[in-house]
């Protein structure tokens, strides 16, 4: 199965093939990263996003993987890897899963929960913090994206406010002071929409579609 499964090397040509970026990528291969990684592909040959033959093949290159490196090469075009994991020298299909689950567990509805009111106590790093721990394609990263877009979008629009309002003599107070219980409000309720496992979209990120981070 080896010599038929498309390998890393024929998928990248050989003046733009990577190269070790940290040196934790030539460690050995732990039983336990072994084991995520193949947890990894089952989910996504269940989900779908494998056929029988990518699974096999892809498989086999785990099993086979003496180094993280060699480890990598299994999930390549299949996982995007954030520059925070490439930084760490980690990646998502067999780092560990600090925030794992869907919607319908209470560790992924908790999770995803705290990602829309930490910025009452941390900004926008709460959010953020979530989503790169999140288990991709989980319901916490995705609702850790969301809230993190909104209070990114928020801020913006705060500051742009303020500026305009000071220009005009403080013609605008009362739109910002509405603007602020609007935040407050749609905060409170993505938390709680969170809380309960649901896929609420934040009326405010309707009209502004920026996404900084996907929440796909």
Not at 2 to 9: A, D, H, K, M
Request: hydrophobic share 45%; no cysteine.
């Amino acid at each position: 199965m080896t010599g038929q499964f498309p390998q890393y090397s024929d998928y990248v040509p050989a003046s733009s093939k990577p190269q070790p970026v940290h040196p934790s990528l030539g460690l050995g291969v732990t039983l336990d990263e072994r084991d995520r990684a193949e947890r990894f592909l089952a989910d996504a040959y269940a989900d779908g996003r494998l056929n029988e033959f990518e699974f096999d093949g892809r498989m086999e290159q785990v099993l086979q993987a003496q180094t993280r490196r060699d480890l990598n090469q299994a999930f390549y075009g299949l996982v995007d890897v954030p520059p925070t994991s490439k930084a760490l020298g980690l990646h998502p299909a067999y780092r560990p899963n600090l925030v794992r689950q869907d919607a319908g567990s209470s560790s992924g509805r908790a999770a995803a929960a705290i990602a829309h009111f930490s910025p009452f106590v941390s900004w926008i790093f709460g959010p953020l913090l979530v989503n790169l721990v999140a288990t991709p394609g989980s319901f916490a990263k995705r609702e850790a994206a969301k809230a993190f877009n909104f209070q990114f979008v928020s801020t913006l629009f705060f500051i742009v406010a303020m500026i305009a309002n000071g220009i005009v003599d403080d013609r605008f107070g009362w739109l910002i002071g509405f603007a602020w219980i609007a935040w407050f409000v749609l905060t409170i309720v993505g938390g709680v929409k969170a809380a309960q496992g649901e896929n609420w979209q934040n009326p405010a990120r309707k009209i502004a579609r920026w996404e900084i981070l996907k929440e796909k």
